[in-house]
């Protein structure tokens, strides 16, 4: 027992609990955007348009994580050392 005499909670966190969807977000587009989606959908043939949009925009955001991530220089130090080819 803890000490304000409730018993301790254990919480067990597995994968699949963790990797599972709840969260919703949705977002508009206007005719043109719907179009340019559906042309590209049906070109490239893709099966799950929920999918690829998750993964897009995930892309997105970890790309730029990894942009952000922090270095031992700055980007402007970092590009002065570059060799000329």
């Known amino acids: 027992m803890s000490k304000n005499g409730k018993a301790a909670v254990k ?3 597995n994968r699949e609990d963790a ?3 709840k969260h919703k977000a949705t977002f508009l587009l206007n005719d043109k955007e719907l179009e340019a989606f559906e042309v590209y959908c049906k070109r490239y043939k893709v099966k799950n348009k929920a999918r690829f949009m998750r993964e897009s925009v995930m892309r997105v955001v970890m790309d730029q994580f990894m942009e952000d991530y922090p270095t031992l ?3 402007e130090d970092l590009d002065r050392l570059k060799v000329p080819e």
């Open 11 to 13: 919480k067990n966190f």
């Open 19 to 21: 990797l599972k969807r």
């Open 73 to 75: 220089f700055e980007k």
